[in-house]
């Protein structure tokens, strides 16, 4: 099945540093969604983006919706320790909803 | 409210064997989907309910994999026999009408 290109793979940046990760399709999706995955638990959801070109920003999160419909980025400033995990983008297309996942991007927070 | 609840946490069985798997969406939810994470890659969709009739499955190995939602509430999803390649955490979610999905925390498995 189709996954999404997503980058960079991993990051190591250091506490307090801002960070990017982006997400491309070949496809057109109709709703885009980043997820944050920790140890040994399920992903949970960050932000929903609904329209082509739509900014939205939870708390030091902002992702944005790409005017193709084919692509998204995640920006996560000011990191601090707690943001380590590892981020997936998802795309969900169709009338039932269905996602398709990136491979993720692992952060790793240095303190 | 409280979340997806999944069960086993983690099992560890030889290849050939049977497991079976148990997920209880959360309450009202009327949509449910299993999952598989490999290791380094985003989950997979295995299959979709909507409440107890499948909504899709085409990328579930059926030929090994089964799962079934008789009430359209709870759900499990079987493995047998089970090949080292099934070693994942599997997944479940669940979502309410026109909003996304809430996942469980997820069983891994580990086939050896």
């Known amino acids: 099945g189709q996954q999404l290109n997503q980058s960079p793979q991993s990051m190591f940046i250091q506490e307090g540093e801002d960070v990017s990760m982006n997400c491309t399709s070949s496809?057109?999706?109709?709703?885009w969604l980043w997820y944050k995955q920790d140890p040994g638990e399920g992903p949970v959801l960050l932000i929903a983006?609904?329209?082509?070109?739509e900014l939205t920003s939870n708390g030091r999160l902002t992702a944005q919706f790409g005017i193709t419909r084919k692509d998204s980025f995640l920006n996560i400033s000011a990191s601090i320790p707690s943001d380590v995990g590892i981020y997936f983008c998802?795309?969900?297309?169709?009338?039932?909803?269905?996602?398709?996942f990136g491979k993720g991007t692992l952060l790793t927070v240095n303190p | 409210e409280a979340g997806v609840a999944q069960s086993p946490r983690y099992k560890i069985i030889e290849k050939r064997q049977s497991v079976a798997f148990w997920c209880n969406p959360i309450?009202?939810?009327?949509?449910l989907y299993w999952y598989q994470q490999i290791l380094g890659q985003g989950p997979k969709l295995l299959i979709q309910?909507?409440?107890?009739?499948?909504?899709?499955d085409s990328q579930l190995p059926k030929d090994r994999f089964s799962a079934e939602r008789l009430k359209g509430v709870d759900s499990t999803l079987k493995i047998q026999p089970a090949k080292l390649e099934d070693s994942a955490v599997y997944l479940c979610?669940?979502?309410?009408?026109?909003?996304?999905?809430?996942f469980g925390p997820g069983t891994r498995l580990l086939v050896l």
């Open positions: 979610a669940s979502k309410p009408i026109q909003e996304t999905q809430y």
């Open positions: 496809s057109i999706f109709n709703t």
């Open positions: 983006l609904y329209k082509a070109g």
């Open positions: 998802a795309g969900q297309r169709g009338s039932n909803y269905k996602l398709t």
């Open positions: 309450s009202g939810h009327a949509t």
């Open positions: 309910f909507q409440n107890n009739g499948v909504v899709d």
